[in-house]
């Protein structure tokens, strides 16, 4: 554990705010005690909901190593990651991860994480944005296919 | 609600999958009627761990509306959404989800939605990803920065 990569995801959370290119948040992405990627939230500049700092960090370093999985890396990010981000840290699959200010912190600064993760610990019927399941035995095909398929790339 | 979309992106799952380009999971976004952008699994071929369905049909859609929320618009996936998919969809907020595949269909065909649905559900200390809080002392500072920022574009 290194505070210099923190201190770095906390400059670019900065730098994105005072720039107005999304919230205040930053990301950095260590191997090897080295910086692999850096992030920081891109949302209203992109146009794009999914680009907050971890996420445009965790892209960027398996872009850099060309793998779709960041084991042995760390992740340093200058607040808790919110739902998404925790979903997406679990695909990449570092070894660590850092954090800086937590959720409610989030949460008290305008930033929905924490409604997000409570959304997520109830069932699909009681959320509220309505979901609704349609075409099940159709789509269930498919992940039989997908189970006896011989040349699939698992992930 | 229109079952020939959720058709379209169980088709997409399936041409995705046959074109080893990754998992079998197909989405299809509509506003008015009609598809404004479509997804399937690339996270083997992008090497992207992000890509799934729902992250790609989602990044599509704001840049084809040119805008970070998909406010008026249906979601249609062929599996529940993953945790990090989900959270995606609330950054989004679209107005409403069809699902075919539930996530324990997913887990049977061997993805890891319901681990990750278990991890965030338990405390950061507790999590097979090992998580530490530093420097959040020097990162609040932003978030009060941002609290009284007068030009933010909040979202």
Not at 21 to 36: A, H, R, S, T, Y
Request: charged residues 30%; hydrophobic residues 35%; aromatic residues 10%.
């Amino acid at each position: 554990m290194n505070i210099q990569f923190m201190k770095r995801a906390i400059e670019l959370a900065r730098n994105g705010m005072e720039q107005n290119e999304g919230g205040p948040f930053g990301c950095v992405i260590v191997k090897n005690g080295e910086i692999l990627a850096e992030g920081n939230n891109r949302v209203t500049t992109d146009n794009d909901p999914t680009a907050h700092a971890e996420i445009t960090a965790i892209r960027r370093a398996c872009e850099t190593i060309d793998d779709f999985q960041l084991t042995g890396c760390d992740l340093y990010t200058s607040c808790e990651p919110c739902p998404m981000c925790l979903g997406a840290i679990y695909w990449a699959r570092p070894d660590r991860i850092f954090y800086a200010c937590s959720r409610d912190d989030a949460a008290d600064a305008g930033f929905d994480d924490e409604f997000i993760y409570r959304e997520l610990d109830i069932s699909p019927i009681e959320r509220r944005i309505s979901m609704k399941q349609i075409g099940r035995n159709e789509a269930l095909v498919l992940f039989n296919e997908w189970k006896e398929k011989e040349d699939k790339f698992v992930y």
